[in-house]
């Protein structure tokens, strides 16, 4: 009987079943009363912006608000249910890679009609993947727990996260900023991936990470010689990612902290790998869900048997943990 309950349980929440796919209503459900006073007690209204923040190898996804002094504090953590591939931003049409980069989301880009419960689609490619050739298109965040390239959340995740982005938009907020990064910008993760092929990627996304922790304000996003720009202003004309980067100008104060910051992250780095750690790729068979997921299927292994997604999923990848490879 246990293993039934347990069977039942994982179903409900990894599947959304508890959260019918007919409810016409689910793009109008009301932020919830619990995610409402804690807004109260951050000082922080419904209709106030939001941004939000993915970090693949934690299969995290994070929704800051504006508070009333300006600045984004955080309002609610969410385990990402489902993404694909591996780490790494997403190269071409079918890779089934889950983008990675700085992406803006606006009202036109919802979809309470999404096949996948509810969703919103990234914008990807945007103006840097154009310049290095990417492609691929209706890339997403969405619930139902299925990935062949977005982030995919249980239904009732997607319903708040959907809500809260809805009321955003209502209360006059034009675009979303998405950051979608490879792991959280530690020491210990910037030691152990140095010698990954995208190292150079991730360090330009670290940049506007960097920015935006240092201040709390959503990062100014431009783009030119290839790579993004944070913040930054060309006196002689405008910046375009096809083109190399002009002379910049950075507002002093922010540019300052962002330098000391990063500054503060390159001494660990070298004094982790003078203490020893290693340099890894990190290698998925396809993806990856969050750990308490991944525990209710551990828990209710027959579940599997049930997941009606798997040529989507590829359920194979969910029973193995992903390998660090180390590089010479």
């Known amino acids: 009987m246990s293993k039934i309950i347990a069977t039942l349980m994982v179903s409900v929440i990894l599947l959304g079943c508890s959260t019918p796919q007919f409810d016409a209503a689910k793009h109008l459900r009301p932020i919830p009363t619990v995610l409402l006073s804690d807004m109260q007690a951050k000082g922080m209204t419904s209709s106030a912006p939001i941004l939000v923040r993915i970090f693949k190898q934690e ?8 508070e009333s002094s300006g600045r984004y504090a955080l309002l ?35 979809n309470p009609r999404s096949e996948l419960f509810l969703s919103f689609d990234l914008g990807f490619p ?51 900023q998405v950051q979608a990064l490879p792991f959280r910008m530690t020491a210990e993760n ?30 100014r996003v431009d783009a030119c010689g290839g790579n993004y720009v944070f913040n930054a202003s060309a006196p002689r ?3 375009r990612a096809s083109r190399p ?53 551990d828990a209710a292994p027959s579940s599997y048997a049930s997941f009606n997604v798997a040529e989507v999923s590829r359920l194979e990848a969910l029973k193995g943990e992903p390998l660090e490879m180390p590089i010479q």
């Open 237 to 239: 004309g405008p910046l």
């Open 76 to 110: 609610k953590t969410y385990g990402i249910c489902r993404w694909s591939g591996q780490l790494g931003p997403k190269n071409r049409e079918g890779d089934r890679q889950a983008p990675e980069g700085f992406y803006l989301v606006t009202p036109k880009q919802m």
């Open 245 to 297: 980067c002009p002379e910049l100008v950075y507002e002093p104060e922010t540019a300052a902290l962002v330098e000391e910051k990063q500054r503060n992250d390159t001494q660990q780095v070298a004094q982790l790998v003078r203490a020893g750690t290693g340099a890894f790729k990190r290698v998925y068979l396809d993806g990856d869900m969050h750990k308490s997921y991944r525990r209710l299927l």
């Open 126 to 176: 945007n103006e840097v993947d154009r310049a290095h050739g990417r492609s691929g298109r209706h890339l997403m965040v969405h619930g139902e727990c299925t990935s062949s390239g977005c982030y995919a959340m249980t239904n009732d995740g997607m319903a708040e996260i959907y809500a809260l982005a809805r009321e955003a938009f209502a209360g006059g907020q034009k675009a979303i």
């Open 59 to 66: 299969n995290e996804l994070e929704v800051w608000k504006r």
């Open 190 to 219: 910037l030691a152990k991936y140095r010698a990954d092929p995208n190292f150079a990627f991730w360090k330009n996304l670290k940049e506007g990470s960097d920015h935006f922790e240092v201040v709390r304000h959503e990062p």
